[in-house]
């Protein structure tokens, strides 16, 4: 075959039906490559972006609250730690005593609980109305005040359960048969880290005293049982939350 002839067939195959249509096929699938999303798949990523938005807007109040409980819980247990640290420590206070030290919580009373400085040696709080920072003769027993705020409160105190009912004390504490207190109140004594806790008891306007296990309950008014969490006070000086 001549070279004529060989350019003849290059040109009619490069021209012929064929090749064009491929030419053709190759411009429109550059074209759509280049034309971005389509209306379809606009609609589709939205509406993806809506649906989870939603569902972040509807679980973030709930997941605040746990969040905001959780801390609540923690700040309670580091706050009772604290009034054992100054007790084993020997802390001075301000008319240059060495007393012992305490956390008294209540129920209500503004959702408040207060560590403080047991200078009379009565093992109670004796003045809980003022609370200026400073424990001495001329400052009252209050060294310092926590007030709760937000939804959640101290649901209940109770103590001593059953080692079943101590498996959940965050249900059992708001039974009718369980050992409610209307207060309590944890004293730590130098040299020893053990919790000396009384309890107040107000349907019979007494006390209880040798307290072994303590139970504070804190949740929001109104929610599952489940979901409170719980301050865990022992005899021997053990501080957790449930």
């Known amino acids: ?70 801390l609540l819980a923690q700040k309670m247990a580091l706050s009772i730690r604290e009034a054992q640290v100054y007790g084993v420590s020997v802390r001075v206070t301000e008319s240059g005593k060495f007393p012992d030290y305490g956390m008294f919580i209540p129920i209500g009373s503004g959702d408040q609980y207060t560590l403080f400085a047991d200078i009379d040696a009565d093992g109670i709080l004796d003045d809980n109305q003022s609370c200026s920072g400073e424990a001495g003769a001329a400052f009252g027993e209050c060294v310092e005040r926590y007030t709760i705020t937000g939804q959640n409160r101290i649901l209940a105190i109770c103590y001593d359960l059953d080692p079943e009912e101590a498996m959940n004390p965050g249900q059992n504490c708001n039974t009718q048969h369980a050992k409610s207190l209307s207060a309590l109140t944890v004293l730590f004594r130098r040299p020893n880290p053990e919790a000396m806790m009384t309890g107040s008891v107000s349907s019979e306007s007494g006390t209880v005293d040798n307290v072994a296990e303590a139970y504070v309950v804190l949740g929001r008014t109104g929610d599952e049982p489940s979901r409170n969490k719980v301050v865990m006070i022992t005899s021997t000086g053990q501080i957790s939350v449930r």
């Open 1 to 70: 075959m001549t070279n004529k002839e060989v350019n003849s067939k290059i040109i009619e195959s490069k021209f012929s039906p064929l090749s064009r249509q491929g030419e053709k096929i190759i411009q429109r699938s550059t074209r759509q490559d280049s034309r971005g999303f389509s209306l379809i798949e606009l609609l589709v990523t939205t509406s993806i972006f809506i649906i989870i938005s939603v569902v972040v807007l509807v679980n973030y109040p709930e997941a605040n609250g746990r969040i905001a409980l959780r």
